[in-house]
């Protein structure tokens, strides 16, 4: 099974991106990443920002973040089943400590900009 991990990136003061939540999802080679305000809570759905893939490491990583991005910090971790993947929409079930169906939908025609929301079982 493929892991996932969430990691609360803490940003130092005047980054261009506030402290924020990165949610990554082991895809091959590489983490699919998400930067989102906030985790969603059951039922509740959330903005996030589509960011690069990431390198594997930060499955198992704690840290300072090169080029003075701050520090992250993983606040749950485990494995996903994916229900459903095509490029706008990615629905997987988590098992960890979040748990649930997460669904990942690109919102609007902006790459970028998703919604993320949670579904309990």
């Known amino acids: 099974m493929p892991r996932f991990v969430v990691l ?6 005047g980054f261009s991106r506030g402290t924020h939540f990165d949610l990554m999802l082991e895809h091959g080679d590489a983490l699919r990443t998400w930067a ?9 759905s959330v ?3 589509r960011l690069p893939d990431h390198r594997p490491l930060y499955l198992d990583y704690e840290g300072k973040v090169g080029g003075e991005r701050g520090g992250v910090s993983r606040v749950d971790a485990g494995d996903y089943d994916v229900i459903e993947d095509i490029p706008t929409v990615l ?4 098992c960890g400590g979040l748990q649930g169906t997460l669904t990942l939908q690109q919102d609007g025609d902006d790459p970028h900009r998703w919604r993320v ?5």
């Open 117 to 121: 929301s949670l579904s309990p079982g």
């Open 8 to 13: 609360l990136h803490q940003t130092p003061a």
């Open 91 to 94: 629905v997987v079930r988590l």
């Open 47 to 49: 903005t996030a920002e």
């Open 36 to 44: 989102l305000d906030k985790l969603p809570a059951a039922g509740e």
